[in-house]
């Protein structure tokens, strides 16, 4: 079983919206909900960047090229965490995963996003 689920990607035009989520498939309930979760993406050619994070106080930050477009939140009865994106352009277009904002766990397999027109 992976470490972590994520789903919700698709195709979209420029302007398009999706949300995206990740379930903490291996995480125990406890451990969740003490841990500061991230989205991550990782576009053709590029390394993985960090997109945004929050804290197990739900407080959060964002990447400067994804502030006032993302959001970021969590459920911790389902041990997921959702990202809200808005406004997409085709520089979003990647590969989005979710880890721990800290020491990583093993990787998911990701969700593809691709904006274009």
């Known amino acids: 079983q992976l470490h972590f689920v994520e789903y919700g990607g698709g195709s979209v035009q420029p302007g398009g919206s999706l949300r995206l989520s990740c379930r903490a498939a291996?995480?125990?309930?406890?451990?969740?909900?003490?841990?500061?979760m991230a989205w991550y993406r990782q576009a053709p050619g590029k390394e993985r960047e960090l997109v945004a994070t929050?804290?197990?106080?739900?407080?959060?930050n964002y990447a400067d090229s994804v502030k006032g477009r993302f959001t970021i939140s969590r459920y911790n009865a389902r041990k997921t965490v959702y990202l809200q994106m808005s406004s997409l352009s085709t520089e979003d277009t990647g590969v989005y995963y979710c880890n721990v904002d800290g020491p990583l766990q093993p990787w998911g397999q990701g969700t593809q996003v691709t904006v274009s027109s």
């Open positions: 291996r995480m125990i309930s406890s451990t969740y909900n003490v841990a500061n």
């Open positions: 929050i804290a197990h106080d739900r407080s959060t």
